[in-house]
Every structure is written in structure tokens, then in C-alpha cells.
């Protein structure tokens, strides 16, 4: 088989879920109703399954310490530059929060495991912990404090402990420095366990492939704002994410090629899908939260399309994950 055929076999699959959702909207296939329950599974089942069979098993490395802390520190970066910009240039209320974070769960996961397998999402979640702590301790609190005009820890805490994927995450991490995760398949009932979680993990890639391709729809209301954002996030993060894989996590980290991949992939994803959430009934400054509303989706289709894009661009190149 030739590289150019096997390439089109890994992205291709891709395309045709993306496409499978597409229509099942068009067609009327499946209601919202029914796509939000879809989406429960895999936010409560089976992503939460993905990370804590992926986190019981990896070998931690010292290099992943540094990861994380530059990692939390770079999102930083991006929201900070995001409130310098939006204040010079009398940019929108929620731009900011569109500069900064990457959707690791519904979009990472879907494209790094459908192009490099389900077993290499692991990569991917070690590159995400950083991130995570970021959006937990950082970016939904200034979402709160900016919805409801003051932050509450205790909110977000609750957040934190009942998310199913957080639960899965440190539970399998957890076991791991523990020294029983890589027991767990052999262990009686747990074995079972393991397997029927295995099962679920399995559903992952192409539910949320099929759920992402419902929710394409741009409105060409406003387009221009969104374009801004994609635009700047996909000039500066593209480049930027390529040399800091090559450059951070191989050379300064001496982290192996699956983890720059990983990073890399990271840095192309959209805005963290749980902006819309946070959005206020109303506007302090008189503008309609409906166009702000429309803005912040728009954005993040529009940055879907354009980091799926991008992937295949990446993935053409690096068909492998390598050593």
C-alpha cells in the first residue's frame, strides 16, 4: 500500500463520520434531543472510560511535571494576550475566552485517536493535563466571575469533582502511582470491569464525530469577528505549536515524537466547547447576547473546520506517530 493510500485511509474515515453527521441532521434522522443524549454518553460513559484505562496504564515520566506547568502557563499567555487585544482594539466581550483553551475531549481525542488509534490517546491526555487544570481553576472561574459578577471557587470545585471525565482521569491516575492500574485487567470482576470499559471507549471516536458533524452550521451574520479569531488563532498557533514540538517537548523535554504529535495537535484545537455554557441572559454593555451568542458558536465551528483541516495537513506528513 502506498503512503498517499494509507494517508487517505486514516483521514478518510474521518471525513465520512464528520459527513454521516452532516446528513443525519439534513435528513432529520435524529432530533437535538436525541444528539445532547448522545452527547451525555460520551461526556459520562465513554470519554471517561478513554482516560481512566489510557491514565492507569501509562508510564509517567519527570519530564511530564515540566509539561504540565508550561503548558498551564502558555493558556495563561493566550488569554492574557487576548484581554490586551480586546482592550486596544474594543474587541468583543467574550474574546478573550476564545483566544485561550483547546477542546481536548470532543475534538482532540476524536481526531488523534481516528488517525493514530484509540491506545494513542494517551499521548494526547498527558499533553491535556496542564490544559485541564487551566480550565478548571482558571478559565471557568473568570467565565463565572464574568457571567455573574463574582467569582465562586465553591461552583467550580463541585464542577471539578462531579465532571465524569475529571473523575476518570484521576481515578486512573490515581491507581497508576498506586502501582495496581496495569493489574487491573487480570484481577477477577475488576477484569470484567476493564473490558466492558474498554466496550464503552470504543463508542468514543465515532459518536463524537457524528455529533460534530450535527452541529455544522455557520451563520454569515458577523462572520467577520469569527474570522478574526480563527484567523489569529490558526496563524500564530500552527507555527507556534510546531516549533515548541520540536523545539520544547523533543529538544528541552526530550520527550519522545507520539508526545510532540500530541502537543502539537493540542495547539491546532478549537476553543473549549463549554464557553456557550457560560454566557449571561444579558449583556452589562447593552449589546445582544444573541449576536454574542451567534459570535462564540460561529467561532467555534468555524475553528473545528479549520483544526480538522489543519490535522489532515499534519497527519499527511507524519502518517505515524514514530518512536
Not at 2 to 31: D, E, H, M, Y
Not at 34 to 59: G, H, N, R, W, Y
Not at 102 to 131: K, P, T
Request: aromatic share 14%; proline share 5%; net charge neutral.
Amino acid at each position: 500500500m502506498s503512503q498517499s493510500v494509507a494517508v487517505l485511509n486514516q483521514v478518510l474515515p474521518i471525513v465520512l463520520l464528520l459527513g454521516l453527521g452532516f446528513v443525519v441532521r439534513s435528513i432529520g434522522l435524529l432530533s437535538e434531543r436525541a444528539i445532547d443524549d448522545l452527547k451525555t454518553i460520551v461526556i459520562t460513559l465513554a470519554l471517561p472510560s478513554v482516560l481512566f484505562t489510557t491514565f492507569s496504564q501509562v508510564e509517567f515520566e519527570t519530564a511530564f511535571i515540566w509539561l504540565f506547568v508550561a503548558f498551564f502557563l502558555f493558556c495563561v499567555l493566550l488569554l492574557a494576550g487576548g484581554l490586551v487585544l480586546q482592550k486596544l482594539f474594543g474587541l468583543r466581550p467574550y474574546f478573550p475566552f476564545l483566544m485561550t483553551g483547546f477542546e481536548f475531549g470532543m475534538i482532540g481525542v476524536s481526531l488523534f485517536g481516528s488517525a493514530y488509534g484509540l491506545d494513542a490517546v494517551g499521548y494526547l491526555a498527558i499533553a491535556d493535563l496542564g490544559h485541564e487544570f487551566f480550565i478548571w481553576f482558571a478559565f471557568a472561574p473568570l467565565l463565572l466571575m464574568k457571567r455573574d459578577g463574582a467569582g465562586s471557587m465553591g461552583k467550580v470545585l463541585k464542577m471539578f469533582v462531579t465532571t465524569p471525565v475529571i473523575i476518570g482521569m484521576c481515578a486512573g491516575i490515581a491507581l497508576n502511582l498506586l502501582g495496581v492500574g496495569k493489574e487491573l485487567p487480570d484481577l477477577p470482576v475488576m477484569g470484567a470491569v476493564w473490558s466492558a470499559m474498554k466496550f464503552l471507549a470504543g463508542l468514543t471516536i465515532p459518536l463524537i464525530l457524528i455529533i460534530v458533524g450535527y452541529g455544522i452550521k455557520i451563520e454569515r451574520k458577523g462572520l467577520g469577528d469569527v474570522l478574526l479569531v480563527v484567523g489569529l488563532r490558526t496563524v500564530v498557533l500552527v507555527p507556534l505549536g510546531w516549533f515548541l514540538a520540536q523545539w520544547f517537548v523533543g529538544g528541552i523535554l526530550g520527550l519522545a515524537a507520539p508526545y510532540q504529535a500530541a502537543f502539537f495537535t493540542m495547539l491546532i484545537l478549537p476553543s473549549p466547547f463549554i464557553v456557550p455554557l457560560f454566557l449571561p441572559k444579558e449583556l452589562p454593555d447593552g449589546r445582544s447576547i444573541e449576536d454574542e451568542r451567534r459570535f462564540v458558536n460561529n467561532t467555534l465551528t468555524l475553528h473545528t473546520l479549520t483544526s480538522i483541516a489543519v490535522f489532515f495537513v499534519y497527519v499527511a506528513f507524519n502518517p505515524t506517530l514514530g518512536a
